[in-house]
């Protein structure tokens, strides 16, 4: 047989095909098998740029809290979108049904995490019933609210609302199995009847609602950084579509603002979950109920629904989230218009040396008036310069028609902002919020030191305030003898300084009056000496050393009892 000698051209074609396909199966292996479980490939393999929306559902229980998290930078990815292979939930017959857990409770607001949906009825599945709250301390028939006595018997839960069962029960009712709806959802068992005004909706439910889920985080710091996940969508099984928004639709402008990913369920979509006849899990459910609030012993107190969400245990930066993603959606920070966290109007912390020196040479009898002037002068322009400028906003309702200053009232409020204005250099703003678009009045309220105004709607925008500065203030315009805990709760739940103004005369927590609605609270003969309002303002902004902690005092000793 004749040998096979190979040329050398032969001999280097075959070594370079040999070390081609070597680098050709190198590479595959190396791309089949990495760690990521990023997008498919055209060639059938995954290509590895790390996803951050991979599942976690492989190797997770439901739920994960963010209590268990090994890393706190993945705790926003531990409610992610379950995929096609985790439609179901599935129990062996020993083990039954997954149980309910409650994580945390207020009456009104309460977080469930495997709660059961079945013929629109909710299910707490556990072996231990006596260590869930009382029903009626979580949820009503979802009725309209008035004060009559059938009316408040006909929000007392029954059956259908809410139950309470064992797991041999459960199985019974839907077997082994049920779907799973993963992530957080936001349930809203109110009626329409509130949801469609400003202040309720944002003072009130979302108030309630984040302070509820953000009892589970107690490391949100200054900057608004959070472990939680973001809500996955808002149920709102008694109000159908569009009747939850206010006439300005501020309502769904900060919802889609402050949680782009989050979706809404109304009420057909809720009767069409119940229609399918078959159970669904709900991973996680932060169970708002507004009659239920309305049992608690804090609403007997303020009238104010989240207050009794406030009693819930939080970082006292728990508002930070909600801020700062509505700011950045309005064009704060990224276009260098506002500091989320930083000093917004006036610096955080006191010279309370330059504060004693600035009175003392104030009272000083016998110094000469030019001399005097002089001094005091360039003492406030080196406080200013070093707190920064102060924004003080008066929000006139003097073309609204209803509740408005009596003529002189308005005219010497205006005359004495101006003489700050000349005196300190200070900003002021004499608005009317409904003639300015949804993003200028969120990124003014955003700047404002000072916010002042008759009790309405147009205070609701305090809540945008930086209430990290110890300066920032509310300045509430009443009627004479009235008062009402809208505003002057919303601010002491943010750590804000409120005060009450009758003409001449101002008062402040604790020494608030009770809440009453005298005639001519509505109407627009209001008395006001712009005088006392400009004294006020300065006592705040030049005088007064600022509380460092007035806002732990409030949120975690006040609402700690």
């Not at 099984?237 to 309502?251: E, F």
């Not at 712009?530 to 005088?543: E, H, N, S, T, Y």
């Amino acid at each position: 047989m004749a040998s096979f000698h190979p040329t050398r051209r032969e001999i280097i074609l075959l070594l370079f095909l040999t070390t081609l396909m070597c680098f050709i199966i190198q590479f595959d292996l190396s791309l089949k098998f990495t760690e990521s479980k990023g997008s498919d490939s055209l060639l059938g393999f995954k290509v590895g740029f790390g996803n951050r929306y991979e599942s976690e559902y492989d190797n997770r229980r439901i739920p994960s809290s963010v209590g268990n998290i090994d890393d706190p930078d993945l705790g926003a990815q531990t409610a992610k979108i379950a995929g096609m292979s985790e439609a179901k939930v599935k129990w062996d017959d020993e083990g039954g049904s997954t149980m309910t857990s409650v994580l945390g409770h207020a009456p009104g607001w309460t977080i469930f995490d495997q709660i059961y949906l079945f013929n629109g009825t909710w299910y707490i599945v556990t072996d231990s019933p006596s260590s869930v709250p009382l029903l009626r301390l979580m949820v009503s028939t979802g009725n309209e609210i008035w004060n009559d006595e059938e009316s408040i018997k006909g929000r007392e839960p029954t059956e259908k609302d809410m139950r309470i069962i064992f797991p041999s029960e459960a199985k019974r009712l839907w077997g082994n199995s049920a779907s799973l709806v993963s992530g957080t959802t936001f349930l809203v068992n109110d009626p329409p009847q509130f949801l469609d005004h400003y202040y309720h909706f944002a003072a009130e439910l979302l108030v309630g609602l984040w302070r509820t889920y953000s009892s589970l985080d107690p490391t949100i710091n200054a900057q608004g950084v959070t472990h939680l996940p973001s809500p996955s969508r808002m149920m709102m099984p008694h109000t159908p579509a569009g009747k939850w928004n206010d006439y300005a639709k501020m309502n769904s402008f900060l919802s889609r603002a402050i949680f782009p990913s989050m979706s809404y369920e109304y009420q057909n979509d809720f009767l069409d979950r119940a229609d399918t006849a078959r159970a669904f899990m709900l991973e996680r459910v932060v169970f708002a109920d507004r009659a239920a609030a309305f049992r608690g012993p804090e609403f007997g107190k303020t009238w104010r629904t989240a207050s009794e969400a406030v009693t819930l245990a939080a970082s006292k930066y728990w508002w930070s989230p909600i801020r700062k993603n509505l700011i950045e959606f309005v064009g704060g920070q990224g276009n260098g218009e506002l500091d989320l966290a930083g000093d917004v109007g006036l610096g955080i912390g006191s010279d309370s040396e330059l504060d004693v020196d600035l009175i003392a040479l104030e009272e000083e009898e016998g110094a000469l008036e030019e001399e005097k002037e002089e001094m005091l002068e360039k003492m406030r322009e080196e406080k200013q310069a070093k707190r920064g400028k102060p924004v003080i906003t008066y929000v006139s309702r003097q073309e609204w028609g209803r509740r408005m200053l009596l003529k002189e009232g308005h005219d010497s409020l205006v005359k004495e902002l101006k003489e700050l204005e000349k005196k300190y250099n200070w900003e002021i703003n004499i608005v009317s919020m409904d003639k300015l678009s949804r993003d200028e009045q969120i990124r003014l309220s955003a700047r404002t030191t000072v916010m002042m105004g008759v009790h309405g709607n147009g205070l609701t925008h305090l809540l945008w305030m930086n209430n990290q500065n110890p300066r920032s203030t509310v300045i509430e315009f009443f009627y004479p003898g009235g008062f009402a805990e809208d505003y002057e709760f919303t601010s002491r739940a943010l750590g804000i300084r409120h005060y009450g103004i009758w003409d001449d005369q101002a008062f402040t927590a604790p020494d608030t009056p009770q809440v009453a609605y005298p005639e001519g609270f509505q109407g627009n003969e209001i008395p006001l000496n712009g005088k006392v309002v400009a004294d006020l303002i300065v006592q705040r902004l030049l005088v007064e050393k600022p509380e460092k902690n007035q806002r732990e005092t409030t949120t975690e000793l006040e609402y700690a009892e």
